[in-house]
C-alpha cells in the first residue's frame, strides 16, 4: 500500500481517510493541520502531529499527501504553499462509478456514489462529494468542490473554485464561471457569471 498524510483535521478529513482506507491502496500516516488546538488529537485513528508546514514535511520525510480541507480557497492556498515538496495522491470510493476514459486530476477526492460520465474531465484538487453526478462532455476546473448529491448535466463547464452546493441541478450546456457559488437546492438554467452567488429555482445572480 501507498503510504500517504493527510493535511486537515476537520470532518472533511473524516471522508477522506474513509475513502483511501476502503480503496484499499493506501496506508494513512498521520495527520497535519494548521491550528495547534488539534495536535494531538486523531481523526479516525490518525494522530495529528503538528502544521501544514515545510518544515514539518521535511522533518517527516512525507512524500504522498492529500489536502482534506473542504474551502476551496483554503485548499487552493495550501497547494500553492507546498507545491513541488510532495506528490498528491487521489482518492477514489469503490462505490464510486467513472466512465473509461475519465481525466481525474492530482489531489481530488472522489467520495461514495459519485458518478462521473464519458469524456468528462476533472480538474485538481477537486471534491466530488456523496453520490453527486457529473453527466457526458463535463469540464470541471481546478479546486471545486461539488457537494452531495448535485447533479450536473451534459456538457456543463464549470470554472476553477465553484462551489456547488448541496443539492443543487444544472441544465446541459451551460457555463458556471470562476469562483462562483451556487445555492442549496438550487437549479441552474442560465449561465453563471465568475465570483457570484446564484440561488432560487431559478437560480438569480448576485455579487458576493
Avoid at 59 to 83: C, D, E, P, T
Avoid at 104 to 112: D, R, S, Y
Avoid at 147 to 166: D, E, K, S, T, Y
Wanted: proline share 5%.
Amino acid at each position: 500500500m501507498q503510504p500517504v498524510w493527510i493535511i486537515g483535521a476537520g470532518g472533511h478529513a473524516k471522508v477522506v481517510i474513509d475513502t483511501l482506507r476502503i480503496s484499499g491502496d493506501f496506508d494513512v500516516l498521520g495527520v497535519l493541520d494548521d491550528d495547534p488546538m488539534r495536535f494531538g488529537i486523531e481523526v479516525l485513528g490518525v494522530p495529528v502531529v503538528g502544521e501544514a508546514s515545510l518544515e514539518s514535511i521535511d522533518r517527516l520525510n512525507i512524500q504522498q499527501a492529500i489536502i482534506a480541507v473542504g474551502s476551496n480557497r483554503a485548499r487552493a492556498a495550501v497547494a500553492g504553499r507546498l507545491a513541488d515538496r510532495v506528490s498528491w495522491a487521489t482518492a477514489i470510493h469503490p462505490t464510486a462509478h467513472l466512465a473509461p476514459g475519465v481525466r481525474i486530476g492530482e489531489g481530488t477526492v472522489v467520495f461514495a456514489g459519485a458518478i462521473v460520465q464519458p469524456s468528462s474531465v476533472i480538474g485538481h484538487h477537486v471534491i466530488l462529494n456523496t453520490a453527486c453526478s457529473v453527466d457526458h462532455d463535463g469540464s470541471i476546473g481546478d479546486f471545486v468542490h461539488i457537494a452531495p448529491g448535485v447533479r450536473l448535466a451534459g456538457n456543463v463547464q464549470v470554472g476553477a473554485g465553484v462551489l456547488l452546493g448541496i443539492g443543487c441541478c444544472v441544465i446541459p450546456e451551460r457555463t458556471i464561471g470562476a469562483w462562483a457559488t451556487i445555492g442549496a437546492g438550487s437549479v441552474v438554467v442560465d449561465d453563471v457569471p465568475p465570483d457570484v452567488t446564484a440561488k432560487g429555482i431559478p437560480a438569480k445572480s448576485s455579487k458576493t
